[in-house]
């Protein structure tokens, strides 16, 4: 197979990343866009080793699954991986991905339970990052990355983000645009602006804006604020982020508030939140507070001390301070401790300590015995190492993993059994409708010697 051919595909599966997957000529042929029983004539772009990219140049005979894609830029945009498919046919794709993790990765012979699905499949993201850049005519844009690219990809209406963020970010553009302030440019690393950040709790309806800047000021930054408040009343606070790396990270360590007290509020499962614009605040609230519930139903932490490993702002582990003796929260992210601490007091729990370490060092380090292990680590898991100390030195009761990778989740799993735990309980919940990510908590249990 040669880059342009054309061959004829009928697809058979997804691919981690929402790409279909067939076999033309005995080679395995990835292609985004498609979905499962679609046949398609694929125009071949990329010849790999072992398989090959293509774009579909026609479908013969649509998948059932199909639907008219509602956003004009889907195919384009590197956010969304489904939005051609039903929201049915996107659950199932997810719960299948995770129930193969599960038995190819882990090799574990467990039902998934299945996938609890999103209450609401549009405008439930309360968080946007986007990358300022200009178009061929200089003019400053704002938009979202093209898939495996820095290109960016202009989306005057995303459907999974209040509208009033479209207002914002074109507020932002044009406030830059008067004020002669450049774009980031990566290759050169010359320019100002580099992200427009803007945050909002769904609850309290609060919104942050954080424009992310290659330098230590940005011209007019006095009048930002009063700007940006006539177009939306429900800004809470605005704050320059310092990022002057060559990076792909989006923020840097440093911090300028121009407006409010830099952070803003939220509630989510029982308790009130504080975030600061660098810590983590789980983008889909609503269905974050369903996987809280059912963390909290694994985890039993009735009595119980809980170790909260990778506990970000504090949020699963508060939302069980009232149940449990002892909550002990681990992060790496200092604002995200310091956030955690207020979070403790704000709601008036006096049984929780979060300390600003790394979950294996503090794992290794704190010298504790805790009942119940909580992790919600970020894509690329818990790893070895600190699983052999939750099951080696720990032997919690039980523990609870959170995962928004199911298959680094499905390797730790593999380890847990390995080292005396069995699995009880997988249960997918859709956080992220319309791309290809899916969260999993799972409820492990020390078997009995
Ligand atoms: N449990 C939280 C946050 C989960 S996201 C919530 O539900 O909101 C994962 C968190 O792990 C992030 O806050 C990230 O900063 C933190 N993190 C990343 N690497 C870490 C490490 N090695 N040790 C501890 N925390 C880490």
Redesign the pocket.
Known sequence: MKKNDLVTLSVTGMSAEGNGVGRAENTVVFVPGAAVGDLLSVRIVKVLKNYCFGKIAEILTPSDSRQQPDCPVSSKCGGCAFCHLSYAAECAVKQQRVQDCIQRIAGLPVQVSPIIAATRIQQYRNKAQYPVGTDAQGRLIAGFYALHSHRIVQCPRCRLLPPEFDQIRDAVLAFAAKQGISAYDEAAQTGLLRHIYIRKGFVTGQIMVCLVINGKSLPGADRLAQYLLQVCGDIRTVVINHNTADTNVILGDRYTVLYGDGVITDRLAGVDVRISPGS???VNRDM?ERLYQIAAAFACPDGKTVLD?????G??GLSMAARAKRIIG????KS?VKDARANAIRNGIENADFYCD???HAAQTLGIAPDIVLL???RKGAGEQLVSVIAGSFQPERVVYVSCDPATLARDLKLFCQQGYVVQAVQPVDLFPRTAHVETVVLMSKTEK
């Open positions: 983590f605040y789980q974050a490993l990778y506990c970000g702002a949020t699963i681990v992060e790496t992210v995200a790394t979950a294996l919600d680590p970020p």
